[in-house]
């Protein structure tokens, strides 16, 4: 049984794919030949002004697309051959009134379309199930090509696509997450409240039908697109729908085995690995919410291209050499970091031109200072006071000292070299601010991964209610630099 489609099961498609056409990672799950980022060919482009061709949208009987699009959901072996012929029929005439000819074999009058016989070359020369693929692939693939178009203009301070919210509306893209208890069962979570930022979008699910934390094992994040045209712009949950997963979790003791980064009257929130926050109710230690923040580096990669079970592998990074200038790759760095809280933002702002010294070198890792100490001209105050905020059906609310960091960091041509968005904590240090314009509390905020960390000090001013920045440091990892830049430092 096919499985990594919502809405239905697509257990017809499993036709081989069209000859020449590699099988994606999701192909197991949709019997789909693997769709790229553009069309094969202009065949497959929809004509982009208003009054569009029979290329563009069916012009047959609508009758003809209902039946095609039913036996989506019916299974092949209650089917006898004689309906499997019509089927085949049907998707022919759908296939050939969306798109436009290539060969002298479609060449017919409306006539001819209307009636097409079940002994014609196309049908037998096709095994049962092809037309429905090629349908469906050239579809996607029209879905994907007006996409790409959209992610292509880059914002020059990000380095990142800035059309985010037009190409997932274009695409019909949404986000779920399926809980699975211990018996195998699985809970599909879908309408996420979503909340857009410079380069990331945020994620938070509620629900008053959360099954009991005890019996959960996993939680799986997907990207989830749909499978027909023009599904899209209904967002409808019932047609099929195709799963990329983006991230797993065990949720096995979860408060013994993850990190307790805020909690309020009401809630403790619970980070997980890859930046999942758990809201748990004080009271019956149950799930109030889910929160995520995906950054948009490679987003729509990873949400449309990985499989049911797998997630999509980013293409290795082929470094670019440089035998003239002694110190590559330690220079030239760009940071754009946003602090904020879902709701509210505290920061959001570009450092230029940041480099390591040599010397600076140290346990594996290089120092990139953007906010230093001594440089009081550089503090940055923050707006307002950082918070993570949440809600339920019921409840709202805010967590202190708790908020979520974007950081994008670009390399000396402008491309992401580092991305991340994470929920992170603020610690109130032991130590009093040893700064002549700063007497208050310090705060840290600490992040680290397998590329590299960041360590935020932050100072509170009682007199004017407010936190500044006086220390901001990003530790790269010489593994990191030396893979991107092919150095060995």
């Not at 009401?266 to 930046?275: A, P």
């Not at 002694?326 to 940071?335: A, I, R, V």
């Not at 570009?350 to 346990?363: E, H």
């Not at 709202?396 to 960091?405: E, H, I, L, P």
Request: net charge positive; aromatic share 10%.
């Amino acid at each position: 049984m096919a499985t990594g489609c919502c809405g239905g099961h697509l257990r017809e498609c499993s036709a081989e794919p069209a000859a020449g056409v590699a099988a994606f990672p999701g192909a197991a799950e949709v019997g789909l030949p693997s769709p790229p980022f553009t069309p094969a060919g202009p065949s497959a482009v929809r004509p982009r002004n208003r009054s569009r061709s029979s290329a563009a949208r069916p012009q047959g009987d609508s009758r003809d697309v209902h039946a095609g699009i039913k036996s989506l959901y019916l299974t092949r072996s209650v089917k006898p051959k004689s309906n499997l012929g019509i089927e085949s029929g049907i998707w022919l005439k759908i296939y050939s009134s969306c798109f436009q000819p290539k060969k002298t074999l479609w060449k017919m009058k409306s006539e001819q379309t209307e009636s097409v016989s079940l002994g014609c070359a196309a049908l037998h020369d096709r095994k049962p199930g092809y037309w429905k693929k090629e349908y469906i692939f050239k579809q996607i693939a029209v879905v994907k090509a007006r996409v790409m178009q959209l992610v292509k203009p880059v914002d020059p301070y990000t380095g990142l696509p800035c059309k985010n919210k037009e190409a997932m509306k274009a695409s019909g893209l949404s986000w779920i997450i399926v809980l699975k208890d211990k018996i195998g069962k699985e809970h599909v979570m879908e309408e996420a409240n979503l909340s857009f930022k410079d380069t990331s979008v945020t994620m938070l699910w509620y629900s008053t039908d959360w099954p009991c934390l005890d019996i959960l094992s996993t939680l799986k994040l997907f990207g989830v697109i749909p499978l027909l045209p023009d599904q899209s712009r209904a967002r409808s949950k019932n047609g099929p729908r195709y799963r990329s997963l983006i991230a797993e979790y065990r949720l096995a003791n979860l408060t013994e085995k993850s990190v307790e980064v805020g909690a309020d009257k009401l809630v403790r929130l619970f980070c997980l690995n890859s930046g999942l926050v758990v809201g748990l109710w004080k009271v019956k230690n149950e799930i109030a919410f889910v929160m995520t923040s995906l950054h948009y580096h490679q987003l729509f990669e990873r949400s449309t291209l990985g499989s049911a079970t797998v997630k999509y592998a980013l293409p290795p990074h082929k470094p670019l050499l440089d035998d003239v200038d002694p110190e590559y790759g330690l220079h030239d760095y760009s940071l754009h970091l946003d602090m904020h809280g879902r709701s509210c933002t505290y920061l959001c702002g570009t450092f230029k031109s940041l480099f390591c010294r040599k010397d600076d070198i140290a346990d594996e890792y290089l120092k990139l200072t953007a906010v230093s100490l001594k440089d009081n001209t550089k503090h940055l105050p923050l707006i307002g006071t950082p918070s993570l905020s949440w809600e339920t059906d019921v409840f709202k609310g805010n967590v202190k000292d708790c908020y979520v960091m974007d950081v994008t960091l670009l390399d000396e041509i402008g491309k992401p070299f580092w991305c991340f968005s994470a929920p992170v904590c603020m610690d109130l240090s032991s130590t009093a601010s040893g700064l002549y314009d700063y007497m208050g509390h310090i705060y840290t905020t600490d992040y680290a991964d397998s590329e590299g960390k960041v360590c935020v000090e932050l100072v509170w001013l009682e007199e004017t209610k407010e936190y500044f920045i006086v220390n901001l440091v990003l530790y790269l990892s010489t593994k990191k630099v030396n893979g991107w830049f092919g150095t060995n430092y």
